[in-house]
């Protein structure tokens, strides 16, 4: 009995052990890492969007200047696929602001939490214009208004930014998103930077005359050496019609050398955000 009662207490110490010490081990110390800066989160649903899957995880980080300078106003930059290139470039961009690279500003990250489109990633309908090819494509208008009527107003009211200097970022179907955005929409970018837009399954609805908006973006575009040619020879179609044009819109088409679809992504936020500040 006596033997049955210590093994009933010594597994029941090991059991509380196991428990303390998991529980500490998993208390994450995110203000150690301290390149991401202090980062806030919010929620945000986009109404008009028919589907269930329609809200947004809306993570922003500050710059350090937010709080020395009480008056001013920054930039804001709005990264797509928030989920990934958010950390990816919050980290990156301590080390452009170390070396001025470019001015401070806010960032912005859109994510859906998730890469599984079972379980709400719903990229392929939100940045994309339609297709004949995916019935599920053709969201890009109205994620566009998503911005225009709730995350955009909501980032004003919450934040000191510039509404004059707010700038998206899109790589791969992002990328098809900001092109459309600043060709055929009216979301009030002041610039958009695309890398390796996947225009692979409606390229000519990108080769339509350009809408009469009087304010349109500067667009950067990067194409990246290495693309998978499924991606790499619609793109660069895509650019040499535009280049073949008399279109009055400022822009800048460029090659990202050594780098494939998805490792481009911090040279050509750097660059485009360079060539979008060039003073900075």
């Known amino acids: 009995m006596k033997i049955t009662l210590f093994v009933k207490q010594l ?3 090991a059991l509380f052990f196991i428990m303390a010490f998991g529980a ?3 208390e994450v110390k995110w203000e150690k890492l301290q390149g991401l800066g202090t980062v806030e989160y919010f929620e945000l649903l986009n109404p008009k969007k028919t589907t269930s899957k329609n809200n947004y995880h809306v993570f922003v980080r500050l710059p350090e200047e937010y709080l020395e300078q009480k008056s001013a106003t920054f930039p804001v930059l709005y990264l797509l696929d928030g989920g990934t290139t958010f950390p990816l470039f919050s980290a990156h961009y301590t080390h452009l602001r170390w070396m001025k690279d470019i001015p401070p500003m806010i960032l912005v990250g859109i994510s859906y939490g998730t890469h599984d489109w079972r379980k709400g990633n719903d990229r392929s309908h939100d940045f994309t214009a339609p297709s004949s090819e995916r019935e599920h494509w053709g969201g890009a208008a109205v994620f566009e208004q998503f911005f225009i009527d709730t995350l955009m107003p909501t980032m004003q009211k919450k934040y000191r930014l510039d509404k004059q200097k707010q700038i998206l970022f899109g790589q791969s179907l992002g ?3 900001g092109l459309f955005s600043s060709m055929y929409g009216k979301a009030p970018f002041f610039g958009v930077i695309a890398s390796n837009p996947a225009l692979y399954r409606n390229l000519d609805l990108f080769k339509r005359p350009l809408n009469e908006r009087q304010d349109r973006p500067k667009v950067f575009v990067s194409i990246a050496e290495f693309d998978d040619e499924k991606y790499k020879v619609p793109s660069q179609q895509w650019v040499n019609y535009w ?5 009055k819109w400022d822009y ?3 090659t990202i050398q050594n780098q494939n679809h998805l490792s481009a992504t911090p040279d ?8 979008l500040f060039p003073d900075s």
């Open 11 to 13: 597994t029941f110490g």
């Open 24 to 26: 500490a081990a998993s």
């Open 175 to 177: 990328g098809q998103f």
């Open 243 to 247: 280049l073949s044009q008399d279109s």
């Open 252 to 254: 800048k088409f460029t």
């Open 268 to 275: 050509v936020i750097r660059n485009g955000l360079m060539w």
